[in-house]
């Protein structure tokens, strides 16, 4: 079982830059990829980013790919979502979530565990 808890949301301007957080409990989370996924009001959650256990493999979606990075660091159990330059379009609830796949996991069906999300609003 793993627990997951995002933090960093907040209110943003257009342009600016946001750094989320994701806390993991248990001892196996270097086995995890960690995935980041979004949802915005009226909208089905969308794929933002993954990375891989080892953290030597990150994939992103196309809409960030260039202004969002994603990182981790086992030592802390935790996951990192660095986003730059952003646009209103990024308003969403985000979401960690972890996997026990090995595959590319860009589906919310290919993770097990989800944290409740924390809230993104990009202000023009």
């Known amino acids: 079982q793993v627990q997951l808890v995002e933090s960093g949301g907040g209110l943003v301007q257009a342009g600016g830059s946001l750094r989320l957080s994701c806390a993991a409990s248990?001892?196996?989370?270097?086995?995890?990829?960690m995935g980041w996924f979004r949802q915005a009001p009226g909208k089905e959650r969308e794929f933002v980013a993954y990375?891989?256990?080892?953290?030597?493999?990150?994939y992103y979606a196309d809409s960030v790919k260039g202004r969002f990075t994603v990182s981790r660091d086992n030592a802390k159990n935790t996951v990192y979502l660095q986003m730059n330059s952003l646009k209103t379009e990024d308003t969403a609830v985000y979401y960690c979530?972890?996997?026990?796949?090995?595959?590319?996991?860009?589906?919310?069906?290919?993770?097990?565990?989800w944290g409740q999300g924390t809230q993104v609003t990009v202000s023009s």
């Open positions: 248990g001892r196996t989370f270097s086995s995890y990829v």
């Open positions: 990375i891989s256990g080892s953290g030597r493999y990150t």
């Open positions: 979530a972890a996997s026990n796949r090995l595959q590319r996991v860009i589906l919310p069906q290919d993770y097990n565990y």
